[in-house]
């Protein structure tokens, strides 16, 4: 099983341009995250999913969008983007939710804004 | 709001010693907790979670936390470090009720283990 599967692993981006950070799972997971982690500030949720066509907002949800048009796919969008979004973003998914099931994390892609 | 507080940044022990790292949560509502841990660079791994019932929880590779509801907190245990263990470490919370797909981390402690 591949697991949850992140695209790229590496980006540097130019301040104001835009780009999508890739998840997929094969899991048939119903649950999807979108997280960043900076030094010392931990996993910030961004957005997250309980199923396909659900979307709802995190704890920084500013700057970023989502769209959850399959169960496998959990796309996140950055417009504009700032030096602010510099970080590492990890994408993990859950079958039942994590009162009841592991959330299952990808490698992450590290994200440089410049 | 509903959050995690973990208390040290930073944690250092002697292999063989005992490892406690300190997680405090702010809930209206009850809680679920869990502590992930993740190796560099790697995403995160479950170590334990408290749902309901027993308030002492065991987790894999020897860790274990205990609920304390009077307390808030939830703080992890080993009783003896290995090298293995140096990793970071996040507490974690979502809700019994409301939104449950939630999970909220604190911000993490990063145990180093010396020889």
């Known amino acids: 099983n591949a697991g949850v599967t992140q695209t790229p692993k590496f980006r540097i981006l130019k301040i104001g341009q835009s780009m999508t950070l890739q998840c997929t799972q094969d899991?048939?997971?119903?649950?999807m995250y979108w997280y960043r982690q900076d030094p010392g500030m931990g996993l910030k949720l961004i957005y997250y999913?309980?199923?396909?066509?659900?979307?709802d907002k995190g704890e920084v949800p500013n700057g970023y969008n989502v769209s959850r048009s399959t169960t496998e796919d959990f796309p996140l969008r950055l417009e504009l983007a700032a030096p602010s979004q510099t970080s590492v973003y990890f994408c993990?998914?859950?079958?039942?939710?994590?009162?009841?099931?592991?959330?299952?994390f990808g490698n992450g892609t590290r994200l440089t804004v410049t | 709001a509903q959050s995690v507080t973990q208390l040290g940044s930073h944690v250092s022990v002697s292999e063989g010693a005992l490892v406690l790292l300190r997680c405090n949560y702010s809930s209206s509502v009850p809680p679920y907790l869990f502590w992930y841990v993740q190796y560099p660079n790697q995403g995160l791994q479950l170590l334990l979670k408290y749902t309901t019932g027993a308030t002492l929880v065991k987790g894999i590779n020897g860790f274990e936390a205990e609920f304390k509801k009077s307390e808030t907190s939830f703080h992890l245990t080993k009783p003896s470090a290995h090298m293995s263990d140096a990793a970071e470490y996040f507490c974690a919370v979502t809700f019994l009720s409301g939104n449950t797909g939630k999970l909220i981390f604190g911000q993490g402690t990063t145990l180093q283990v010396k020889p």
């Open positions: 899991m048939n997971h119903n649950y």
């Open positions: 993990a998914s859950s079958s039942q939710g994590p009162q009841a099931s592991p959330l299952h």
């Open positions: 999913s309980v199923g396909a066509g659900i979307t």
